[in-house]
């Protein structure tokens, strides 16, 4: 099978034997004749399924590093030159470059701009003595005006006791391995018994009293300062946070994740004792829910309930819109277009016309119940009150659902382990869950007496959760 | 609004009371001839006015479920009155099912009645529901056991035919004063009012000691 049989199940057109551009397509053929007798064998199958789409990029595949073995370019001169590692020492590297080139005369080291050096002050004894003595008597003129302090100064100085020779040695020592404070302290041999924080409390003091008398506005002067019982209390903590087992390591951990609990629980039960006050702030109701049942009482309990929010708490950005009022205004606005378009002078029919149907309809309820019980009023007209008791009858002027029903299951119920409580507060008051009578009356003051368990129940959870955050805090 | 025959009065609603329970004794040698041999108590369940007044002009029949075990178990009473009277030697819940005569229009009213067939050594007024009606001079073994339950049937917006046959009585009279034949009467019904009045009494105070504990409490974290 070669490339043109493929071609043609594919049904694709090849250029080379299309004659209607035969002569541009006659040296690309050429091209490929020419390259076809390189390849043999499974190669040769390959190129034939390839055709002419050969890819554009030749992909030199092969090992270069033969014949980079096999070049006969003479290899470039290399020579082992010294050079001046410091002012001390020379030494010797190779460079690339033949002798000639690289000459005979000794360099400095490219690194040697790297090899600095502090520049530590240095003094004679006059000089040290006059410089500690003026700062001395400044400090004395200080610490006067606070006497507790100089007598410290004046121990701490007798225990030290340092000689002029003594500091001059520190001081070399500091020069020659630039303050590289382990070294000079494991070199340090003088006669005294110096610990690493003695010698860099005297070597900074020192330094201090010099940039004093010297050179009062030096910039280094401010980080002079070096307490030696702080870096030993510094170290003792390093020692014992270093030292900890892995065991220590744990609970520590474990405590750390422990008090971010109880921050949180801390944060949370203050925004929930927060939430507490705000209601215990608000009136309680007991008024009855139907004058919020119309459309306008019910706008007017958002208007007043947001009016409460903005007032008491924060303002909240994100206020929910009144859906009710949203649908109103898309209502109106409808309604005022279609106006626009039909342009009838006699739109004001209604005599309200901006309620909208809902509004309306809810109106119509509210007037439908409001003739309903007058009417039931009427049926009872001829009883007094007396009598309507003996009759069984009441209007209570509610929207309650029709039909049948035994008083004692109207109780409110509540959630199975809110109404456990309620009854064992019932029995600690020795009532039962049912009254005996479950009269009209009866069931009244029992409902209002529930509720009010209810609402106590509710405020010694509060407490109890108000005390033990507060436990927390402490 | 013209008033249709069948039309609901709104926001209206009437009460009529009732009593449901059962009476129980121990049978002794004397058995009635059907009675199964392991039977040992005669009860009797009863629905009824609480003066035995007559509740049949509202309701139509009564239906007990008894126990399955019971030959023929679904009891339905069509006349007053609707009481029913059997034997047997446990306890069990009875489901009582009322039906309301044809002007109503009413659905059924179903709930359940706990057969009690023995007097409890102490019964626990708090928990206890039933009004102990045993006289405590007599024999609490021979003693007729009986558990009652005072209720009141609602009819809320009841329809306009219902509501003249409601009217023509006065059905929700009870008698002023306590009495041996029927306990329910408005000075118990003041006696519980004025129970549950001394308790709100209490959970109010309770309220407001809480609250001010919670002030101080609010005070105490301010100075803090």
């Known amino acids: ?92 590297h190779w460079v690339k470059g033949s002798k000639e080139l690289v000459g005979d005369e000794l ?151 422990e008090s971010k ?87 004001k029919e209604s005599p309200s016309p901006k309620k909208t149907k809902r509004q309306r309809q809810e109106m119509q309820t509210a007037l439908k119940r409001r003739s309903e019980s007058a009417y039931a009023e009427l049926l009872l007209k001829d009883f007094n009150s007396e009598e309507r008791k003996a009759l069984g009858v009441i209007t209570h002027g509610e929207k309650l659902s029709p039909g049948v029903y035994l008083r004692s299951t109207k109780l409110s119920t509540f959630k199975p382990a809110l109404q456990n409580k309620i009854f064992a507060v019932l029995q600690e008051l020795s009532l039962p869950s049912r009254p005996v009578m479950p009269s009209n009356d009866v069931m009244e003051r029992q409902e209002e007496l529930v509720k009010k368990i209810n609402t106590l129940i509710d405020l010694k959870k509060h407490v109890d959760k108000y005390e033990a955050g507060m436990s927390i805090t402490k | 609004m013209p008033p249709s025959i069948s039309k609901r009065i709104k926001t209206l609603s009437v009460s009529r009371p009732v009593i449901y329970g059962n009476t129980a004794k121990k049978m002794g040698s004397v058995k009635p001839p059907n009675a199964p041999a392991e039977h040992t108590h005669l009860w009797t369940i009863f629905v009824r006015g609480p003066q035995n007044e007559d509740i049949s002009y509202i309701i139509k029949k009564v239906v007990f479920k008894l126990h399955d075990t019971y030959p023929n178990p679904l009891r339905s009473i069509e006349a007053p009155p609707f009481e029913l009277t059997e034997t047997g030697w446990g306890e069990f819940d009875i489901n009582i099912k009322i039906y309301f005569v ?51 049937i609602v009819f809320n917006e009841p329809n306009e035919e219902f509501f003249k046959i409601l009217m023509s009585r006065p059905g929700n009279v009870l008698p002023s004063n306590k009495t041996d034949d029927c306990v329910y ?17 209490k959970v109010d105070r309770e309220i407001n000691e809480l609250k001010q504990k919670l002030e101080s409490l609010v005070k105490e974290e301010a100075t803090q």
């Open chain 1, 1 to 92: 099978m070669s490339s043109s049989d493929i071609f043609d199940v594919l049904n694709i057109k090849q250029k080379s034997k299309s004659p209607a551009n035969g002569p541009t397509s006659v040296p690309s053929s050429s091209a490929a004749n020419r390259f076809k007798p390189q390849v043999t064998g499974m190669q040769r199958e390959l190129f034939n399924l390839l055709g002419e789409n050969q890819p554009p990029v030749v992909i030199q595949s092969g090992n270069n590093f033969k014949e980079k073995m096999l070049s006969t370019s003479r290899p470039s001169p290399w020579s082992f030159v010294e050079f001046k590692a410091n002012p001390f020492v020379t030494l010797r």
């Open chain 1, 107 to 257: 360099k400095e080291s490219p690194y040697s701009k790297f090899n600095q050096h502090l520049s530590i002050p240095s003094f004679t004894e006059e000089e040290y003595t006059t410089f500690m003595h003026d700062t001395e008597n400044q400090e004395k003129v200080q610490n006067d005006k606070n006497p507790n302090d100089s007598t410290e100064i004046g121990k701490k100085n007798d225990n030290k006791n340092w000689s002029f020779e003594e500091i001059n040695y520190l001081f070399e020592l500091c020069r020659k391995y630039d303050l590289r404070w382990f070294l000079i302290f494991d070199r340090y041999n003088y006669n005294k018994s110096r610990t690493l924080e003695d010698l860099k409390e005297e070597f900074y003091r020192i330094c201090r009293n010099y940039f004093k008398t010297n050179n009062p506005s030096h910039p280094l002067l401010s980080s002079l300062n070096f307490s030696a019982e702080k870096e030993i209390e510094r170290k003792k903590y390093l020692q014992r946070l270093l030292s900890r087992s892995a065991a220590e390591i744990a609970e520590e951990e474990a405590l750390i994740v």
């Open chain 2, 185 to 201: 009467s408005k000075q118990l019904e003041q006696e519980e009012i004025d129970k549950i009045d001394i308790g709100i009494e």
């Open chain 2, 102 to 152: 044809e002007e109503a229009n009413e659905k059924l009213l179903n709930f359940y009645h706990r057969l009690r067939l023995h007097p409890y050594a102490n019964p626990a007024p708090s928990t206890d529901n039933e009004n102990e009606n045993n006289p405590p001079g007599r024999n609490a073994k021979d003693a007729e056991v009986s558990s009652v339950f005072f209720d009141e």
């Open chain 1, 261 to 347: 609990k109880f921050e949180m629980a801390a944060k949370r039960t203050l925004a929930e004792r927060e939430s507490l006050l705000r209601l215990l702030d608000s009136p309680h109701s007991d008024q009855s829910i139907t004058q919020y049942l119309t459309s306008q009482g019910m706008s007017q309990l958002y208007s007043t309930l947001l009016a409460d929010k903005t007032r008491k708490r924060k303002h909240d950005p994100n206020i929910p819109e009144n859906p009710w009022m949203k649908q109103q205004q898309q209502f109106a606005q409808h309604r005022q277009l279609q106006q626009m378009n039909v342009k009838k002078p006699e739109v």
